[in-house]
């Protein structure tokens, strides 16, 4: 689709597989994802039910949210953290914050900041991290009128939006060579920035993020 878009010359999957076979050419493939469990348990245990149960199907954006934490590690070993939020319809990371300590406020102003796109009957889902199953975090969700959606504990699979997004930055973006935290923040936003506004999509009848948003609303 690339190449399409930004070049003017139409490829089906099907030649680009005979090419592939011809000249030997091997293309990176991203590993799935196994099921985990969350290394840090809650000490609250304020869980809720799982009300996605797996329908990532959404027809209106600004309905239904996945949201999660990722963390990055750069080659001196320095770590930080990613929260991000992705609109299930549109596909389009409607917000995210990095930090260096993984808690609670960054969580929550990543979700703050996807609010913006939300309409009024907003539900949003993610594991069972000890932000997401905090008092704060849930009256933070319940002062704003969102539903809140758990995955059933150590299953990756019910929150395999978010976690495709993710696996997607970290392949296609360079989070391993940054100096501090303003830098990494800059490549993320940069690439949060295509991926929503150049980087097309089969499942959004092949258009971004933010053409599909215009498309369906």
Request: proline share 2%; glycine share 6%.
């Amino acid at each position: 689709m690339h190449i399409e878009r930004h070049e003017g010359v139409k490829i089906n999957l099907k030649r680009i597989a005979r090419v592939k076979r011809k000249y030997n050419l091997i293309t990176q493939k991203r590993k799935k994802s196994k099921l985990r469990i969350s290394a840090i348990k809650s000490t609250e245990n304020r869980t809720c039910e799982n009300v996605l149960q797996q329908n990532f199907k959404v027809d209106k954006p600004g309905e239904v949210y996945s949201t999660d934490v990722t963390y990055l590690i750069n080659k001196n070993g320095t770590r930080a953290y990613l929260s991000s939020v992705k609109d299930l319809c549109t596909k389009e990371i409607v917000g995210f914050s990095v930090s260096g300590a993984n808690d609670l406020e960054f969580v929550i102003n990543s979700v703050n900041e996807s609010l913006e796109y939300a309409s009024g009957n907003l539900l949003i889902h993610s594991d069972q991290g000890f932000q997401y199953t905090s008092a704060a975090y849930q009256n933070f969700l319940k002062s704003n009128g969102v539903q809140q959606s758990m995955s059933r504990k150590g299953n990756c699979l019910d929150n395999a939006p978010i976690e495709s997004f993710f696996g997607h930055m970290k392949d296609e973006c360079d989070v391993k060579n940054w100096k501090n935290l303003g830098e990494l923040r800059r490549k993320i936003k940069d690439y949060i920035k295509y991926y929503n506004e150049k980087r097309p999509q089969w499942g959004l009848k092949r258009k971004t993020p933010v053409e599909y948003r215009s498309f369906v609303s």
